[in-house]
């Protein structure tokens, strides 16, 4: 059985930086499209940014140049690497892999809380 596990929420100050890890484990991580995904409070969650298996990213509007994401197969993790902190950023941040071949197999990390306040 598949996982993706989440550490490294935190209290930030706003101008700070934070990466977040998708740690996953029971499948193999080079063979799953990874997403970032936040929710802020009283908002609907929304899709950040992600990497192909192939390490081809996107990322919304608001969060581009400031926020970058990449992977290390080799390590079986995705990272979120978010600079210039906003109190907009203030969300829970949940990552999602999609397996290549069948995008019914999808994993969700359990949510980590970042906080972006002075």
């Known amino acids: 059985q598949g996982q993706l596990v989440e550490p490294g929420g935190d209290f930030v100050q706003p101008g700070g930086s934070l990466r977040l890890s998708c740690v996953a484990s029971?499948?193999?991580?080079?063979?799953?499209?990874m997403d970032w995904y936040r929710q802020r409070a009283g908002k609907e969650r929304e899709l950040v940014g992600g990497?192909?298996?192939?390490?081809?990213?996107n990322y919304i509007d608001s969060v581009k140049g400031r926020f970058t994401i990449s992977r290390d197969n080799a390590k079986n993790t995705a990272y979120l690497q978010m600079n210039n902190l906003k109190s907009e950023d203030t969300a829970v941040y949940y990552c999602?892999?999609?397996?290549?071949?069948?995008?019914?197999?999808?994993?969700w990390g359990q949510g980590t809380q970042v906080t972006v306040s002075s």
């Open positions: 990497i192909t298996t192939g390490g081809t990213t």
């Open positions: 029971g499948i193999s991580l080079s063979l799953y499209n």
């Open positions: 999602q892999g999609r397996n290549k071949f069948n995008e019914d197999w999808v994993y």
